[in-house]
Nanobody, 124 residues
Framework: QVQLVESGGGLVQAGGSMRLSCAASGRAFSSSTLGWFRQAPAKDREFVAAINWSGERTYHADTVKGRFTISRDNAKNTVYLQMNSLTREDSAVYYC?????????????????WGQGTQVTVSS
């Protein structure tokens, strides 16, 4: 099992940057694919980025490609989401998720473990 706790959310101005962290516990962390998802009010949960267990492979949604970067530090049991050039459309609750797989998974149905979410609000 994997337990996940996100941090780093808050209020930021458009054009600014923010880094989200997700601290994990559980022996399966280092062998898990990790993902970031987000959900804005009245919208479906949306895939943002995924990273495989070693960190060698990543995938980012087109909506964030070139602006967001997912990374992980297995020694610290932590996954990060660096967000640059933020816009109001990036405002959402951001969730960290883990799946016991080495595939880059894009569907939230594929992830068994979830954090509680952290709010990101981008003001104009």
């Amino acid at each position: 099992q994997v337990q996940l706790v996100e941090s780093g959310g808050g209020l930021v101005q458009a054009g600014g940057s923010m880094r989200l962290s997700c601290a994990a516990s559980g022996r399966a962390f280092s062998s898990s694919t990790l993902g970031w998802f987000r959900q804005a009010p009245a919208k479906d949960r949306e895939f943002v980025a995924a990273i495989n267990w070693s960190g060698e492979r990543t995938y980012h949604a087109d909506t964030v490609k070139g602006r967001f970067t997912i990374s992980r530090d297995n020694a610290k049991n932590t996954v990060y989401l660096q967000m640059n050039s933020l816009t109001r459309e990036d405002s959402a609750v951001y969730y960290c998720a883990a799946a016991e797989s080495d595939h880059l998974l894009l569907s939230y149905h594929s992830y068994a473990y979830w954090g509680q979410g952290t709010q990101v609000t981008v003001s104009s």
